[in-house]
């Protein structure tokens, strides 16, 4: 081989490394002059004015102190992109614990009709939208509060028939406990004044014994089995909404609670194929009839850590605005009632056993005080045979009303209260009358937990509640609602502080999910998520957090979101 030859092979490899180095280096991201606010592994609350990001994950944060040393440390990055944060406030991506993906990418899809302040123009909305789409052979949407309306009474189907009889309506409650149809839609049910309700579920019925056109919690069955499933389009249609909407709103991960065999293998396709915006934390329905075949193929994950499951959402009892919610005495409202279990407690027994033993995290949704102290003694109870599922990271999904002598239990079991804040500003004209003033104190607790150093999961329960997570901060810290009431806040010494609320939706949501390692702050190796916002929740006053608006939505290094259009 000749010099002259040799050098040119070695002038290639030297070129070839140094764009290879090059290609490297440029990967690094700087953004300074910024406001950032991270919690640590250590549960530390950390401010810090540059951050530094490669390949996706976070290399270094710059102390707010150290602005100074900051051109020299800079200096260690001369390939970097450097972007000017402009004084703009940094949080970690945020995380909502408990919500419903798919659901609100269906929600998105369908006609809402959340907030509106009677049934008759609830009902003429549902009128104004079926007349807007007259291809549709059902009509589906979401939203309605019986306890907004002067009556506060459960609407009827005949409130409906007055609009569109020819066509099957069925529209969920807000909180997805209860649907109202219209005739056309219990024909084709088949409910009659001789159709027995379901156990855990209840078909409302007058004084005559007439079916109302209210079905209650597993009585929705009698209609949901009949509706069509959505086709491959309009699935697809739901998951790129939803994951636009959640990128809009800063959320850059979510825990969705409850996911059927076929949502299942639908978001294992589209994290192969690097469709998700997002990352979900998904746990199996424990209603669905192929569990065991999903717990057998063990946990799902994905080099990117879009997609992960490893737990399974059991369902206890109902929600408290339907009176389903489990309770250990009756309603203040209603004295023959109780409330509802959607699970037995022999197939509960069963379904800990089962799932424990695929070693699956285990979330179970309770609100009524009842359900809660079910849903501890099954834990402590399944602890007995297999103790290694004590570190699973067990949760209680919205731990909403619970007797005062089992808070300390969720401590002492390790098992992790996952609650909701906006559920407690929209509640809070119901509560009282639902459980009354004694039970109230051991309500949306979320001090009480933290006070005894329980991990509180936040969430908003979307498409339940809306799913801007500023106005489940807001919710947290003021316990008001967004027109500032009650004054002074409702049970205000259960509020949060800035720092407590934004850990709930972060590191601990995180945590929750066996991600804190990875996600939920911004310290060196974690997935770079994070969101620039438009003002500096720890300054400013309270009451206006609702008002944050989302300028930019980063995931992994990179920008998925702007609200510029860039």
């Not at 009677?118 to 939208?129: D, E, F, G, H, W």
């Not at 995290?361 to 005080?369: E, P, S, V």
Request: charged fraction near 25%.
């Amino acid at each position: 081989m000749t010099l002259k030859f040799t050098n040119v092979i070695y002038k290639t490899v030297l070129y070839c490394l140094s764009a290879l180095s090059f290609s490297v280096l440029a990967q690094s991201t700087l953004i300074h002059n910024i406001q950032g606010y991270t919690f640590l592994n250590n549960g530390q609350l950390t401010k810090f004015s540059a951050i530094v990001f490669e390949d996706g994950k976070v290399v270094e944060t710059f102390g707010e102190k150290d602005k100074k040393k900051n051109a020299e440390l800079f200096k260690s990055y001369p390939n970097a992109v450097f972007i000017d944060g402009k004084g703009q406030t940094m949080l970690p991506g945020l995380i909502d614990g408990h919500a419903h993906f798919l659901g609100l990418g269906y929600n998105l899809m369908q006609v809402d009709v959340r907030g509106i302040k009677s049934k008759q123009k609830t009902a003429l909305k549902v009128a104004q939208y079926a007349k807007q789409n007259p291809k549709l052979n059902w009509i589906l949407g979401r939203g309605w509060n019986q306890v907004l309306w002067p009556s506060k009474e459960f609407p009827t189907a005949k409130d409906l028939d007055e609009y569109e009889a020819d066509r099957p309506i069925v529209l969920s409650r807000v909180d997805g406990h209860a649907v109202w149809l219209n005739t056309k839609a219990m024909q084709l049910a088949g409910i009659t004044r001789n159709t027995i309700s379901p156990d855990g579920g209840e078909i409302v019925k007058d004084h005559d014994g007439e079916p109302t056109g209210v079905l209650i919690d597993n009585a929705e069955n009698l209609i949901t089995e009949k509706i069509p499933n959505q086709d491959d389009t309009m699935l697809m249609t739901a998951f790129n909404k939803v994951n636009q909407h959640l990128l809009e709103l800063g959320i850059t991960s979510v825990h969705d609670a409850g996911i059927d065999h076929d949502s299942y293998h639908f978001l294992k396709d589209q994290v192969a194929d690097d469709n998700f915006k997002v990352r979900v934390y998904a746990m199996l329905a424990a209603t669905d009839s192929k569990l065991e075949d999903m717990l057998k193929h063990g946990f799902v994950n994905d080099p990117k850590d879009m997609l992960s499951i490893r737990s399974v959402k059991i369902y206890g009892d109902g929600a408290l605005g339907s009176r389903g919610a489990a309770m250990l005495a009756p309603y203040h409202d209603d004295a023959k009632n109780t409330g509802l279990l959607v699970t037995s407690q022999a197939r509960l027994n069963v379904l800990f056993s089962t799932i424990f033993n695929y070693d699956f995290q285990i979330n179970i949704h309770a609100i009524g005080d009842r359900a809660n102290r079910i849903a501890l003694d099954e834990f402590e109870t399944a602890y007995k045979s297999k103790p290694e599922a004590r570190t699973f990271r067990n949760r209680i999904e919205h731990a909403q009303v619970v007797n005062l002598e089992d808070i300390p239990r969720f401590k002492q079991l390790d098992i992790l209260p996952s609650m909701q804040p906006t559920h407690a500003t929209s509640d809070k004209n119901m509560a009282k009358d639902r459980i009354g003033e004694e039970r109230l104190k051991g309500a949306y607790a979320w001090q009480s937990f933290l006070k005894q150093g329980s991990v509180v999961v936040a969430g908003s329960d979307f498409p339940v509640e809306l799913a801007n997570p500023f106005f489940g901060l807001h919710a947290a810290i003021t316990r008001q609602d967004r027109e500032d009431q009650p004054h002074g806040g409702w049970i205000k010494e259960q509020s949060l502080t800035v720092a407590q609320a934004l850990k709930a939706f972060t590191i601990d949501a995180a945590f929750g999910a066996h991600q804190d390692k990875i996600l939920g702050g911004l310290e060196q190796g974690k997935w770079a998520d994070f969101i620039l916002i438009d003002q500096d929740i720890f300054e400013i006053d309270a009451k206006n957090i609702w008002k944050t608006k989302v300028l930019e939505t980063w995931i992994a290094g990179k920008k998925a979101f702007s609200a510029k259009g860039e």
